[in-house]
């Protein structure tokens, strides 16, 4: 009997293998190489209701660049956050519009060299 080929290393990260998550040549936009896939446990409700305390996040770590805009893991100089990144044309230098989804946090911008995204969130499960 084949046994599930995923290894949890650090905790919280989960490494898939290919035989685990074989690329599907159908969807482009997916990463093509499982092993820069990562799934992540939310914690806080900065992103409710979108991301709840608890929900799980499949993050692609070949997407670090918030274009199109979307929802990315990012490390902000406090720690990884789950937050909705917008680029700001013509800013120099490079900068990002930092959202999250509960409006009782406020928005606040970033320039490139001052926080660095992880990747972007692709799908996300919750506990019933």
Known sequence: MASWPAVCVPPRWIFLRTTAWPPCPARQSRARCPAQLRIMHVEGDSMAPTLLDGDAVLVDMTRQMPNPPGIFVLD??????????????????????VISDNKLYPEYERTADEIRIIGRIRWFAREM
């Open 76 to 97: 902000d100089g406090m720690g990884l956050v789950a937050k909705r990144l917008e680029h700001i044309p013509n800013s120099d230098p490079p900068a990002v519009r």
